[in-house]
């Protein structure tokens, strides 16, 4: 199957999956310039247990932590130590975390970046190029609901040449509070609400990552947008100048053809709605992370007139959309 692209006026081939950071006006934003949504090049990594700081205060999950100075020396491996141990799924490389965190210097203990202060945890890819290797390393393993404290040595996060005010022979001190994995076998898991209008597609409602099914009716498409829950979740609400995390699935309206799907290729979707069909940008804006949304969208807020792939000129579009994160 053709992998269609939803970038409105950019060709399929250029649609990539970013992790949060990767461009300048994310930077400025989210103070990621000196937080570990910046990658350094992949490094073999030894892990050990410590040395590690004591966590004086905040030590509770979620909590803003406060963290003493490193003593001594610190290793030049990763030193990694699960805090607070969690009892949910365990994170792998390549997955997407939502986690908030607190940076430091060891030497100084003076705090370079926290998202605590912010308010808004940060969601990210553990995958080599989107993340420092101190991240992807430390993290493989631990499970959703842990606090993770790690000293990561230079090599390990921005290399000899620093960033910031990360000196390049500055180990970082971090403490993460990972709340939730993404991948590919992800799903939404909101409250099931009734699909009882029988002039609309039905949607499946399982939660168990596979993809629901989509079931269209043999009946006229509507004009209109509609967009509805079939699970409703309970996170915030979608901006429209949100990036999100999805799952979804695309078929046509005649003949219910799946055109594309991102359980297919067992990768999520990482898009700032924006950049995306007017039908998506309406029909999200307003919806809760977490939920599994229903979405009709017709040609004047799909493709239009012209024909797209696998997709028809004139085509309505009906999508199964999981919310699965902000980022």
């Known amino acids: 199957m053709r992998r269609r692209s939803l970038l409105l006026a950019v060709p399929a081939g250029l649609l990539t999956l970013s992790a949060c950071g990767d461009d300048k006006s994310d930077q400025k934003k989210d103070q990621v310039g000196e937080s570990p949504s910046a990658p350094r090049p992949s490094s073999s990594a030894k892990v050990v247990d410590g040395p590690l700081p004591a966590i004086t205060a905040g030590t509770r999950f979620g909590e803003k932590p406060t963290v003493a100075k490193g003593s001594g020396r610190p290793s030049t491996d990763l030193a990694v130590k699960t805090v607070v ?48 290797d101190g991240w992807r390393v430390g993290l493989a393993g631990r499970k959703a609901g842990s606090r993770v404290e790690m000293a990561v040595p230079p090599a390990l996060g921005y290399g000899a040449e620093g960033r910031g005010d990360i000196k390049g022979t500055d180990t970082m001190v971090f403490v993460i509070d990972v709340q939730e994995t993404f991948n590919g076998k992800s799903s939404a898991k909101g409250k099931v609400v009734p699909q009882d209008d029988a002039a609309l597609p039905k949607v499946g409602t399982n939660t168990d990552g596979k993809a629901p099914a989509v079931t269209v009716p043999k009946t006229a498409a ?18 429209a100048t949100d990036k999100l995390l999805l799952q979804y699935k695309g078929v046509l309206w005649n003949g219910g053809k799946e055109f594309d799907s991102s359980y297919s290729r067992q990768q999520l979707a990482a898009f700032p709605l924006q950049q995306l069909i007017k039908g998506w940008q309406e029909g999200l804006a307003g919806k809760k992370v977490g939920s599994r949304v229903m979405l009709v969208v017709p040609p004047d807020l799909g493709y239009g007139a012209e024909a797209s792939g696998e997709i028809p000129a004139n085509s309505t579009l009906v999508f199964t959309l999981d919310i699965l994160a902000k980022m």
């Open 85 to 132: 141990a969690g009892s949910g799924t365990a994170v792998a490389e390549g997955d997407y975390v939502r986690a908030h965190y607190l940076g430091q210097i060891w030497d100084t203990a003076k705090v370079f970046d926290n998202s605590y202060d912010r308010k808004q945890p940060l969601v990210i890819q553990l995958q080599q190029g989107a993340v420092i």
């Open 222 to 239: 509507p004009k209109k947008l509609v967009a509805e829950y079939v699970l409703e979740g309970d996170g915030e609400e979608v901006r």
